[in-house]
């Protein structure tokens, strides 16, 4: 079963995006801030990272950076996921190595289509 980290803060987003998943057979780690999605990476080893943008501690940004620069994460795939929907928001989430940036609200296909195509590659 593939594992999928989600990095969100809100607990009604967290109980929606972690139902889609478990839906579609994906295992479910959820991280509540930046700080603590990058501790969960050294421990759990996700598959995939949904992760949102505006959290406590560390933003998504931050996070993402960290991640795609670090030898040992940086091949994780990141879905940036969040209500910062404008095309500068894309933009920056991509740049700072988001493999795909998905804005709320969304369609669940959008999502799971997104992550499939994902981990196929």
Known sequence: MRAVLLV???PAQQRMIATILKKNGWQVIIAEDGIQALETIKEASPDLIVLDIVMPKMNGY?????IKTNPSTQNVPIVMCSSKGEEFDRYWGIKQGADAYIAKPFEDIELIGTIQQLLRQ
């Open 62 to 66: 931050e996070v993402c950076r960290r």
């Open 8 to 10: 969100e803060d809100s």
